[in-house]
């Protein structure tokens, strides 16, 4: 079956840095990517994965490791503002999207 | 990215109706999809709505529950019928997606049901 895996809920401090972690088992795999979703908002694009490596973006750096089924957002330098969920989905063999249950990041001052 | 509208973006509705939920796009896209976000959970996909075809729909949903319209490239309908409680949630439109690019979503719309 095809699972996405991610911390249900992670707790940071302002102007600290967080990683929230995805792990991924997909039916064939064309790339993952990060969104985040403010409270009683839609989801917002944040980034996209498809090679090894790093992604940086500002503030926000996306890795992905193929090989290992993983990824990780990075939020550096984290401000209130930043308080949402982050949700992981990864596009499988059909580029339909496998979508995480979401980390629940509150940051705190 | 596309400018994606979604009407209404609140209702309130007794149990047995139906309510019908709009989405507009600023510019022609081949792909739009439906989806339910219920409250502290993930997006779950309902239908993908093609231009000139019957929508796709997932496990668990079916056509008669969950009728969509895709009479042209920039406009879908959902339709929510014979609602109960359980069908309270957040539904959303998005486009885009495919090879690489990501999908785009509307404001959403919060349906509660009495």
């Known amino acids: 079956g095809q699972n996405i895996d991610q911390p249900t809920e992670m707790t940071a401090t302002e102007g600290a840095i967080v990683q929230i972690n995805c792990t991924y088992q997909?039916?064939?795999?064309?790339?993952l990517f990060w969104y985040q979703q403010h409270a009683g908002e839609a989801p917002t694009f944040l980034s996209y994965n498809v090679l090894d490596g790093l992604e940086e973006k500002g503030r926000f750096s996306s890795f992905l490791s193929r090989s290992k089924g993983y990824s990780y957002l990075l939020l550096k330098e984290l401000q209130m503002k930043d308080s949402a969920s982050y949700l992981c989905a990864a596009l499988d063999s059909n580029y339909q999207l496998i979508w995480g249950a979401g980390t629940k990041l509150i940051i705190k001052p | 990215s596309a400018v994606i509208s979604q009407k209404p973006s609140r209702d309130i509705c007794q149990r047995g109706t139906s309510l019908t939920i709009q989405c507009q796009v600023d510019s022609q896209v081949t792909m739009m999809f439906w989806y339910r976000q219920q409250p502290g959970q993930s997006l779950t996909l309902i239908a993908t709505a093609n231009q000139g075809s019957e929508a796709t729909y997932e496990s668990g949903f079916v056509i008669d529950k969950f009728p969509i319209s895709r009479p042209n490239l920039t406009f879908s309908t959902l339709t929510v019928s014979n609602m109960s409680p359980e069908d309270s949630s957040i539904y959303l439109c998005?486009?885009?997606?495919?090879?690489?690019?990501?999908?785009?979503f509307g404001d959403g719309t919060r349906l509660s049901i009495l």
């Open positions: 997909t039916s064939g795999f064309n790339g």
């Open positions: 998005s486009v885009g997606g495919g090879s690489n690019q990501p999908q785009h």
